[in-house]
Structure formats: C-alpha cells, structure tokens
C-alpha cells in the first residue's frame, strides 16, 4: 500500500503478517464493555492485530529504509495456536513490491519485542541469521541494554536469536536520542511503553510529515489518551509522550502509520467538541 510518492522518495507498507493478542491486554485499564464496540474480539478475547512495516524507498541512491520487520517464522506449533499467528513474513510483504531482502540499506526497529523484530532473522540450517545482511540495525542503546537483561513482567516478549546475530555480525548501531537517519528520517525517543521504544518521522521535501508510531500509539483505537495497553512498562510515561506528540500531529498535520491496525493502517488526528483526541480519517 503506497502512502505517498514523489519524485524523491516513496512510503509503502508492507504487512509481514496478521496475528492476534488479548483484547483486555491490549486496552489495558479501559473496561471491556467500552473497547469491544470498537474492534472485532473472539471467543478468547483476543483482538486482530496487523505489523504493518514501512518501506521507505529513496529513488535516487537506491536506498531502502524498512521500519520494523513483523513476527518472522520462528515459532513452535504451540505459539502459533496462541497468537494465531499468519503463515506470512516481512519478506513476503516486501517481495509482493518487487523489493529482496538484499536491497534494504536499513532497518529501525521501534523495540525489540517479537512482534517488531521477529522478522529481522531467519532460520538457515538451524541457525538464526540477519534477514538483511546488507543493513544496518537502528536500536536504542536503552532498548538494547533491556533486551539483554528482561524483567519477569515481559521477559515473555523477548527472543534473542531475534537481535543477538546482528550484533554478531556487526549489524547494530545504537543510538541514544534523536537522530536524524537519513534526509528527513529522523529516529524520535518514545518512552513508556518499554526502555528504549522510538519512532519515526518522516519529513518529504514538500513538508509533508509522516508519523511511524510503533506501540506508542498501536491501531487508531488507541488515540484517546486512556487507551494504553498493559504491555506498556511505564503507562504515565506513555501517556504524557503520546499526549505531546497528538497535539503536535494536529498542529503539523501529521499522517500517522499505526503499526497493528488490521483496517485502518493510516490516519490524522483531530480534537472533537468535548476536547478528546479522536481519528480523522483520511
């Protein structure tokens, strides 16, 4: 799905693979009876969910930036009956647009969690290496550092033969704060929902601004300010971060690429007659 393009640069998503996660994980303190009326929920209560990656494709230097790479393929048949997890991989995706795993120059990765890093290896004879061997991995040193030592409420969410082979082979840089990547692609510390989390932004050379949202703000049900999910480490965190970067999308007039909406992959946001954050459709 292009999102835009001109004669410089062009942002496509690429979904690696539908999966889904517990609805009352997912919303966290906002009762059931108010969620459920927003999203499709099955008899486990579980929610769908997308990883809807970016591909951003700068046409003059053949250099292909892709932000998160989805669940991967690396999983026993028990945690695919869990998650039930879609038998479809960042590398499909990015095949269905002409792109090989060999043409990405870069890869960000908002966390570490399996579901956005899941992709970034795979299996050959047994052993997990780089998806994208020609790429550098953009961590943060805070998210990397966390990886390495999980705590017990979210060890669960951490593979290490997800990232460990790119350090290995000398794939990772870390960074530390905002960062800009490449011309108008700048990595933005998030906080909140875990050490390290960031997004993107991305700024085209007609000023049109793109928000790369990652877990901070995970499908367009998520906008209202209560909306966060109990996966989220530090929630007031989350919630003064995403409080600021709402109110400058409306000022600025950002598109924001929510990474697990199933429907609705992109939107803006507006403020309604009560003050309240909710979806502009566009």
């Not at 932000?67 to 991967?72: A, E, H, P, V």
């Not at 909140?192 to 703000?217: C, E, M, N, W």
């Amino acid at each position: 799905m292009i999102i835009y393009e001109d004669e410089n640069v062009k942002l496509t998503i690429v979904n690696g693979g539908n999966f889904r996660l517990d609805g009352g994980a997912m919303f966290g303190v906002v009762p059931k009876v108010m969620w459920e009326k927003l999203i499709e929920v099955n008899e486990k209560n579980q929610i769908p969910m997308a990883t809807n990656s970016l591909l951003i494709t700068f046409k003059n230097d053949r250099r292909n930036i892709l932000i998160d790479t989805g669940n991967g393929d690396k999983y026993t048949e028990k945690e695919r009956k869990i998650y039930d997890f879609e038998k479809r991989t960042i590398t499909d995706a990015l095949r269905e647009v002409g792109v090989a795993p060999e043409d990405i120059t870069d890869v960000v990765l908002t966390h570490l969690h399996f579901d956005h890093t899941g992709g970034s290896t795979i299996l050959k004879n047994g052993e997990a290496v780089p998806t994208f061997p020609n790429a550098t991995y953009y961590i943060h040193t805070d998210q990397w550092e966390h990886a390495l030592n999980p705590n017990e409420r979210d060890r669960a969410s951490y593979l290490s033969w997800n990232y460990l082979p790119l350090m290995e082979n000398g794939l990772v840089t870390l960074l530390e704060g905002e960062t800009e990547i490449a011309d108008g692609v700048v990595v933005i510390p998030t906080e909140g929902h875990t050490p390290g989390h960031q997004s993107v932004l991305i700024t085209t050379r007609s000023g049109k601004k793109f928000f790369y949202a990652g877990d901070l703000i995970p499908t367009s049900r998520h906008i209202p300010l209560p909306y966060i999910m109990s996966y989220d480490l530090y929630p007031v965190t989350t919630l003064k971060v995403k409080k600021d970067i709402l109110l400058q999308a409306i000022d600025e007039d950002w598109t924001i690429i929510f990474e697990h909406d199933y429907d609705t992959p992109v939107g803006k946001v507006e403020l309604n007659e009560k003050g309240k954050f909710q979806l502009r459709r566009i």
